[in-house]
């Protein structure tokens, strides 16, 4: 077997795991060039929850950050993750509007994209995948790995193929909770082999302890590529050490050819970071110890985090182990989702209402709702109908791809741009996102650069860009 490839997750999946998505580019920057020396197949640095964060908590543009990127590291491929036809946003967007992100991303510096779907509903990465191509990027396509009555590894396989006709380019494994142990990921990566002509790449968090030994038995089988995480932000709610795994396959027919030197140069500056964080507040020291609870309850560690805030609003702190009982309940009711974003946060809040309310489904969210009733694609299992009626009422349910009833954007978008805020063409993206997020951002962006009045400023280009 070739040598096992790397993807380095330091620049975003681990510290979304660990510190909720806080790293600024400030911290990242002086590791750019030690990164870039190391010789990874890929660094996953972008996509997610960083395009939000940096507006809303770190006052940077993401567009801005992936450019300072891609000249810093010109001899990396650079990875996103990607949310399908959700892009990285909470909802689905119209297909002029995904394949103007897809051009933009590409002609700023991704060369990796990892697109999935929540539901596995492969309609919701059709526009996304054929954009990809049109751009000539590697289109890496997810699975959603979860556990229920439903999904097996037929039902992988299955999907697996799905994405290899539309034109994947390797077909990646997101165990997004840490549940995949090491023989089931034997099994599955054995049988993804038999049935697929791609390379298939393993990602999967440290939660339940167990992710180490599931990458060893999915390469054992066959699996090409691992993701992985500087030792220092590495373990917890994030994933294996970098480190670690390139040890343990030194010498084999397995080896990465990685050089623990190079990664000791990356491994020291982390280390910096780490105690930077744990100092300031940021890294809690609980997140990097293993939480078997997930075997049971199968709830990521962002969820988590966010059923805790929930229930402190609401002064509700006691009621975290009967919201625990109550998600899997939940999700059940509505078809087995994976808890992966969006469905996480929708399956989530509608347990903490159901328990804190003291009656199921008293009260339903909007979100809810339109996860019935098929507004974010087809459930993995069918929702049994008397509850769908009991949730939706006389709603009329939707079978068809969602985007399909979503009338072209970009036009309209872009002609309702402010002009006062417009700099670069992308912003139109950033603002159809996270349309407050980003008008706050791009008026703390205005004053920096003109003033608070921003009168008489010759730094902005007021020029729409169709």
Not at 126 to 149: D, M, N, R
Not at 274 to 291: F, M, S
Not at 338 to 361: D, F, H, K, M, W
Not at 429 to 454: H, I, M, T, W
Request: with cysteine; charged share 25%.
């Amino acid at each position: 077997m070739a040598k096992v490839k790397i993807t380095e997750t330091l620049l975003r999946d681990a510290h979304q795991s660990l510190i909720a998505t806080r790293m600024s580019l400030a911290d990242m920057e002086p590791m750019f060039e030690s990164i870039n020396d190391v010789g990874f197949y890929s660094v996953e640095c972008w996509g997610g929850a960083t395009f939000d964060a940096c507006m809303r908590f770190l006052d940077e543009d993401p567009w801005d950050r992936l450019k300072i990127m891609r000249k810093k590291m010109p001899d990396t491929k650079l990875q996103m993750l990607f949310r399908g036809q959700n892009m990285l946003g909470y909802r689905h967007y119209a297909d002029d509007v995904v394949e103007y992100f897809v051009q933009r991303s590409v002609a700023n510096g991704i060369d990796i994209m990892r697109i999935f779907d929540a539901l596995n509903d492969a309609r919701n990465l059709e526009t996304a995948i054929k954009a990809a191509k049109k751009e000539k990027v590697h289109l890496q396509a997810a699975i959603s790995y979860t556990i229920s009555p439903v999904h097996n590894n037929e039902y992988f396989v299955k999907y697996a193929k799905q994405l290899e006709e539309l034109g994947a380019d390797s077909i990646c494994i997101k165990d997004m909770a840490g549940l995949i142990s090491p023989y089931s990921a034997y099994k599955l990566v054995k049988e993804l082999k038999e049935n697929v002509n791609i390379p298939i790449s393993l990602h999967t968090h440290y939660t339940s302890g167990m992710a180490s030994m599931a990458c060893l038995k999915a390469i054992e089988a066959g699996c090409d590529m691992i993701d992985t995480a500087i030792s220092p932000l590495a373990l917890g709610t994030s994933h294996s050490a970098t480190e670690s795994m390139v040890a343990a396959l030194k010498g084999t027919e397995y080896d990465t050819g990685l050089d623990l030197n190079k990664l000791n140069v990356v491994r020291e500056y982390a280390s910096k970071l780490r105690e930077k964080y744990i100092a300031n507040g940021l890294l809690n020291p609980k997140a990097l110890g293993v939480d078997a609870n997930i075997l049971l309850y199968q709830v990521p560690g962002g969820m988590l985090s966010n059923l805790i805030s929930q229930l402190k609003q609401a002064g509700k702190e006691n009621m975290l182990d009967a919201v625990l009982k109550e998600v899997p309940e939940v999700r059940k009711d509505a078809g087995y989702p994976p808890l992966v974003t969006p469905t996480s946060q929708i399956v989530g809040t509608q347990a903490v209402y159901n328990v804190i309310l003291g009656e199921r489904y008293k009260m339903v969210t909007k979100e809810f709702k339109g996860l019935v009733r098929g507004e974010y694609g087809k459930t993995p299992a069918d929702i049994d109908p008397e509850f769908k009626k009991k949730i939706i009422g006389d709603s009329e349910e939707i079978v068809c791809r969602p985007a399909d009833l979503i009338a072209p954007e970009l036009q309209k978008l872009t002609d309702e741009f402010p002009e006062k805020y417009y700099q670069k063409e992308e912003d139109i993206l950033s603002l159809a996102q996270f349309p407050q997020v980003a008008e706050k951002f791009f008026e703390k962006r205005n004053e920096k650069l003109c003033g608070v009045d921003g009168k008489h400023c010759d730094k902005k280009n007021s020029v729409h860009p169709f």
